[in-house]
């Protein structure tokens, strides 16, 4: 949690540092969605807000905060659950276990920068996410189930061969189509009766939960057409602006800031090599800033 975005997993600090052990993974992801559970099935309100640190320091601090229904009995079930899907995951070059670890950590780290904004930041608005703790326990869940079983193989290419997935899946976000199969099917399994009552009080939660995670999870097929236009087409609807516009400006910000970098390490470089003074090296970099800026 206390690592910045691009170097979620990196590192040796074993508390942090990517790792193959499928049971370590277990008991991260275990962690994550436990919390995300908690969040789900305490009164609004309980927590000062819905990030991962909020949630944690509250229950150390008020213990009696903790659910009553999520007893070690539920806390077994979830675990043996996450194992079975994460050692469903394939030893492929990309699609493996770690990829899974990756992407669920950074799942969680999205949902925390979205929901924990720096004090004095104004709060972006979230379409009722931040305070939404059912979809936010979608998103680490679909992340973790988003690639189990995968082939290695891309869609396009398994229908080009008539695989078995393609012919069962009739040509359409076959990987995710399997992916989500694999989850919702062990899901509902028996022996996850007790952990299914706890998150899922009601029907119409399990509906929510099944229709949220069915979009999400095939909202990861890049590579089709459809699903990409569905996805522009809700951006639209919630931002107002296209995709592609909102996207063209993030990318002409990156490319300034990258160029800033470029063009103050290149003075950190000459002062190194001339021994410029403190005062040069500030002039240069000030002067840089005020042709940017008038540039951008």
Same mark, same amino acid.
């Given at each position: ?13 074993? @508390? $942090?540092?990517?790792? !193959? ?144 997935? @393609? ?22 399994? !028996? ?22 995670? $069915? ?22 609807? @919630? ?14 910000? %990156? ?15 000459? @002062? ?19 042709? %940017?800026?008038?540039?951008?």
């Amino acid at each position: 949690l206390s690592q910045e975005w691009s170097t979620m997993g990196l590192g040796e600090d074993p @508390a $942090v540092a990517s790792s !193959p052990d499928r049971n370590v993974i277990t008991e991260r992801i275990t962690a994550l969605l436990l919390i995300r559970m908690v969040a789900w099935l305490q009164p609004r309100g309980t927590f000062p807000d819905l990030s991962t640190t909020s949630i944690c320091r509250h229950i150390l601090v008020n213990p009696g905060s903790w659910p009553e229904s999520v007893t070690d009995d539920v806390i077994d079930q979830l675990k043996n659950y996450v194992f079975k899907i994460v050692s469903g995951y394939n030893d492929n070059p990309y699609h493996n276990v770690q990829h899974c670890e990756h992407v669920t950590l950074s799942a969680n780290k999205l949902l925390d920068m979205i929901i924990n904004v720096p004090g004095g930041e104004p709060k972006p608005y979230t379409y009722g996410y931040r305070d939404d703790p059912l979809m936010q326990f979608v998103q680490v869940f679909s992340a973790l189930i988003h690639d189990v079983e995968h082939r290695g193989v891309p869609n396009r290419q398994l229908a080009v061969e008539d695989d078995d997935l @393609a012919i069962q899946y009739n040509d359409q976000s076959i990987a995710e189509m399997r992916s989500l199969y694999i989850g919702f099917s062990e899901l509902l399994k !028996p022996e996850y009766e007790r952990l299914r009552n706890v998150i899922f009080p009601q029907k119409d939660d399990y509906l929510r939960f099944r229709t949220a995670t $069915v979009n999400l999870v095939l909202t990861t097929d890049l590579a089709s057409p459809d699903r990409a236009q569905i996805g522009k087409s809700k951006w639209k609807e @919630a931002f107002g602006d296209d995709y592609e516009t909102v996207e063209r400006r993030v990318l002409k910000e %990156m490319e300034r800031r990258h160029s800033m970098r470029g063009r103050k390490a290149a003075v950190v470089q000459q @002062a190194g090599n001339r021994r410029m003074s403190a005062h040069s090296i500030m002039s240069e970099l000030s002067l840089d800033s005020q042709v %940017m800026a008038g540039t951008a």
